[in-house]
């Protein structure tokens, strides 16, 4: 058996050597073939290597739209550093700024003009009091879901954050700030004119407005030129007088503005125009023309957005400057803690997905709004709200910011402005406008006629 299995061996091997030498070279073309084939692959990699090479070497231009301009201003200063500590890091992405500061209308009207047109910035800053879910619908902005869902993403990303640019279970937007309405008060001048409480009730204020009056002096400031300005008032007084509850009714339709609720906010609204303790004149000026105005002791208390901050911290007498929650009514303590609190202003992108401009978009955008940069403002205005989180020592935090901070803590709840969940941009103008016709002898029952007639019309 062994010497058949010799055999056998030896017969399969003559027949492996033959194959072998009759093969010899075909083997080597086949080795060479496949080296040949090797060595291209690895020309085409070095080849793509080298293309990706040159694309990531290649200059990016993208446009950028913010409200970011001043530099002497504590905030706009600090986000026109990042944009240049941006532009240092990332050379390859050349950033044209086209950013408007002060003057809403003008911010405005450059947006519309881009709709209009198709050619929007690719990265700006936009709002509710813009058509969102219509741009969404009509493609004008991209889904940045994977964006904020990323790993790498440490800018605000819960769904309450997110929920002003969320449409179809899609995020299209994410907001910048968190920007809460207070009450900026110079107790000083209070108490100049024998006023040593500060006033937390409207009740109180009526009651000081006639000894500020006779002084020149506007007892509660509000920006009425700009139609945000009037917008958040109108929100924080329907819910010092309703709770929410009016915010919720109002976006089910299931009140009317000429029904009880609407038709007493609007006149309580004109009560306080006549009464003084507005000034007459609001409608005329900007929030930068009240500001100075109080700046200038000419306005004892003003409600404005947490945007301005700086503005108030850098004034010569901000020792004597508080933050409060807006008024509340004596007979309605439950409402007192109630905040305005909106994160319905943030970037959105308007380049098209998979194009180099997107990708330069998106990363300025995840370095603008990252928690470091978030934080290090916060450092550097002294303390604030953010909508995101991260540790912040409350022993830094500067005067003004930090008796807000004081306060905000205190809230019993938070809300948007009431038109924010209406979800429809020409109510939002509409209801804005209306209000501000007020100061310029439309009456409240005038007012609410035609916000009811609007609303109606949009099904509301």
Same mark, same amino acid.
């Not at 027949?15 to 084939?37: H, N, P």
């Not at 910035?121 to 493609?139: K, R, S």
């Not at 309580?268 to 007459?280: A, N, R, S, W, Y």
């Not at 509409?430 to 002898?441: A, K």
């Given at each position: 058996?062994?010497?058949?299995?010799?055999?056998? $061996?030896?017969?399969?091997?003559?027949?492996?050597?033959?194959? @072998?030498?009759?093969?010899?070279?075909?083997?080597?073309?086949?080795?060479?073939?496949?080296?040949?084939?090797?060595?291209? /692959?690895?020309?085409?990699?070095?080849?793509?290597?080298?293309?990706?090479?040159?694309?990531?070497?290649?200059?990016?231009? =993208?446009?950028?739209?913010?409200?970011?301009?001043?530099?002497?201003?504590?905030?706009?200063?600090?986000?026109?550093? /990042?944009?240049?500590?941006?532009?240092?890091?990332?050379?390859?992405?050349?950033?044209?700024?086209? %950013?408007?500061?002060?003057?809403?209308?003008?911010?405005?009207? &450059?947006?519309?003009?881009?709709?209009?047109?198709?050619?929007?910035?690719?990265?700006? =800053?936009?709002?509710?009091?813009?058509?969102? *879910?219509?741009?969404?619908?009509?493609?004008?902005?991209?889904?940045?879901?994977?964006?904020? &869902?990323?790993? !790498?993403?440490? @800018?605000? %990303?819960?769904?309450?954050?997110?929920?002003?640019?969320?449409?179809?279970?899609?995020?299209?937007?994410?907001?910048?700030?968190?920007?809460?309405?207070?009450?900026?008060?110079?107790?000083?001048?209070?108490?100049?004119?024998?006023?040593?409480?500060?006033? +937390?009730?409207?009740?109180?204020?009526?009651?000081?407005?006639?000894?500020?009056?006779?002084?020149?002096?506007?007892?509660?400031?509000?920006?009425?030129?700009?139609?945000?300005?009037?917008? +958040?008032?109108?929100?924080?007084?329907?819910?010092?007088?309703? @709770? =929410?509850?009016?915010?919720?009714?109002? *976006?089910?339709?299931?009140?009317?503005?000429?029904?009880?609720?609407? $038709?007493?906010? *609007?006149?309580?609204?004109?009560?306080?125009?006549?009464?003084?303790?507005?000034?007459?004149?609001?409608?005329?000026?900007?929030?930068?023309?009240?500001?100075?105005?109080?700046?200038? /002791?000419?306005?004892? $208390?003003?409600?404005?957005?947490?945007?301005?901050?700086?503005?108030?911290?850098?004034?010569?007498?901000?020792?004597?400057?508080?933050?409060?929650?807006?008024?509340?009514?004596? !007979?309605?303590?439950?409402?007192?803690?109630?905040?305005?609190?909106?994160?319905?202003?943030?970037?959105?992108?308007?380049?098209?997905?998979?194009?180099?401009?997107?990708?330069?978009?998106?990363?300025?955008?995840?370095?603008?709004?990252?928690?470091?940069?978030? &934080?290090?403002?916060?450092? +550097?205005?002294?303390?604030?709200?953010?909508?995101?989180?991260?540790?912040? !020592?409350?022993?830094?935090?500067?005067?003004?910011?930090?008796?807000?901070?004081?306060?905000? %803590?205190?809230?019993?709840?938070?809300?948007?402005?009431?038109?924010?969940?209406?979800?429809?941009? %020409?109510?939002?103008?509409?209801?804005?406008?209306?209000?501000?016709?007020?100061?310029?002898?439309?009456?409240?029952?005038?007012?609410?006629?035609?916000?009811?007639?609007?609303?109606? /019309?949009?099904?509301?």
């Amino acid at each position: 058996m062994k010497k058949g299995l010799s055999l056998v $061996m030896a017969a399969a091997l003559a027949a492996g050597l033959l194959t @072998g030498c009759g093969a010899s070279g075909g083997q080597e073309q086949k080795v060479t073939t496949e080296a040949v084939k090797e060595e291209s /692959k690895e020309g085409e990699s070095k080849k793509e290597g080298s293309k990706k090479e040159e694309s990531k070497n290649e200059t990016v231009k =993208i446009t950028y739209l913010s409200r970011f301009v001043n530099p002497e201003l504590v905030r706009a200063g600090y986000y026109i550093e /990042k944009l240049n500590q941006f532009r240092e890091e990332n050379p390859n992405i050349e950033i044209e700024d086209i %950013s408007i500061g002060d003057d809403s209308e003008a911010f405005k009207a &450059k947006i519309n003009a881009g709709v209009a047109s198709g050619d929007l910035p690719d990265l700006f =800053i936009a709002n509710n009091g813009f058509p969102l *879910a219509q741009w969404v619908e009509n493609g004008l902005v991209a889904d940045l879901t994977e964006v904020v &869902k990323s790993p !790498d993403w440490t @800018g605000p %990303s819960s769904d309450e954050m997110l929920e002003a640019f969320t449409f179809g279970g899609k995020v299209y937007g994410v907001p910048n700030a968190l920007n809460t309405g207070q009450v900026f008060v110079n107790t000083g001048l209070l108490k100049e004119h024998g006023i040593t409480q500060v006033p +937390r009730t409207w009740e109180e204020i009526e009651a000081m407005a006639p000894v500020l009056n006779e002084a020149g002096i506007v007892p509660f400031g509000v920006a009425a030129k700009s139609k945000a300005e009037v917008g +958040r008032f109108i929100s924080a007084l329907s819910c010092m007088m309703y @709770g =929410i509850q009016f915010r919720d009714q109002l *976006a089910d339709a299931a009140i009317k503005w000429d029904g009880e609720e609407g $038709m007493s906010i *609007a006149k309580q609204f004109k009560t306080f125009i006549d009464e003084g303790v507005l000034d007459p004149d609001a409608v005329s000026f900007e929030v930068q023309d009240t500001i100075s105005l109080f700046e200038q /002791k000419q306005v004892a $208390m003003m409600y404005t957005a947490a945007y301005h901050f700086d503005r108030f911290q850098q004034m010569e007498f901000s020792d004597d400057i508080v933050c409060v929650n807006f008024p509340s009514f004596s !007979d309605k303590p439950e409402n007192k803690d109630i905040w305005i609190a909106s994160a319905s202003e943030g970037f959105m992108i308007s380049s098209k997905p998979g194009t180099p401009e997107y990708d330069a978009a998106c990363r300025l955008l995840s370095f603008m709004l990252s928690a470091d940069t978030f &934080k290090g403002y916060a450092e +550097r205005n002294g303390g604030g709200a953010f909508p995101v989180d991260f540790d912040f !020592d409350l022993s830094k935090a500067k005067n003004v910011v930090g008796s807000f901070m004081e306060e905000f %803590s205190k809230r019993s709840a938070s809300t948007d402005e009431f038109t924010a969940y209406l979800n429809n941009a %020409s109510l939002v103008d509409t209801t804005r406008t209306e209000f501000q016709s007020l100061f310029v002898g439309r009456s409240p029952e005038e007012v609410c006629k035609t916000l009811a007639e609007q609303y109606s /019309k949009e099904g509301r």
